[in-house]
Nanobody
Framework: QVQVVESGGGLVQAGGSLRLTCAPS????????ISWHRQVPGEERHQVAYVTTSGSAGYADSVKGRFTIFRDNAWKAVHLQMTSLNSEDSGVYSCTAEGTLNGRDFPSWGQGTTVTVSS
């Protein structure tokens, strides 16, 4: 299996930047992609960005041009660089690692890290 730990959240002023890091461990060779999700109280969790084994990335419309997701070699870490932050970017950001191990698909979630953007 794969475990993930997030870090890098905090309080930032509107217009500022923040970098989140997701550190996977365990059977990282089995990973297919890692994604970042955001959740705010009372709303569903939704995907913000993802990166695949080949390095392909995708973004939610709300963050395109402002957020960049990239990974270190061999899945040692996945970073989410966030710029031009606004209050709507506030929430709990969690990392999800998905892959295939022994013929079975698995998702692994972290505990999340909180981002608060003050206006």
């Amino acid at each position: 299996q794969v475990q993930v730990v997030e870090s890098g959240g905090g309080l930032v002023q509107a217009g500022g930047s923040l970098r989140l890091t997701c550190a996977p461990s365990g059977s990282t060779f089995a990973l297919n992609f890692i994604s970042w999700h955001r959740q705010v109280p009372g709303e569903e969790r939704h995907q913000v960005a993802y990166v695949t084994t080949s390095g392909s990335a995708g973004y939610a419309d709300s963050v395109k041009g402002r957020f960049t997701i990239f990974r270190d070699n061999a899945w040692k870490a996945v970073h989410l660089q966030m710029t031009s932050l606004n209050s709507e970017d506030s929430g709990v950001y969690s990392c999800t690692a998905e892959g295939t191990l022994n013929g079975r698909d698995f998702p692994s979630w972290g505990q999340g890290t909180t981002v608060t953007v003050s206006s």
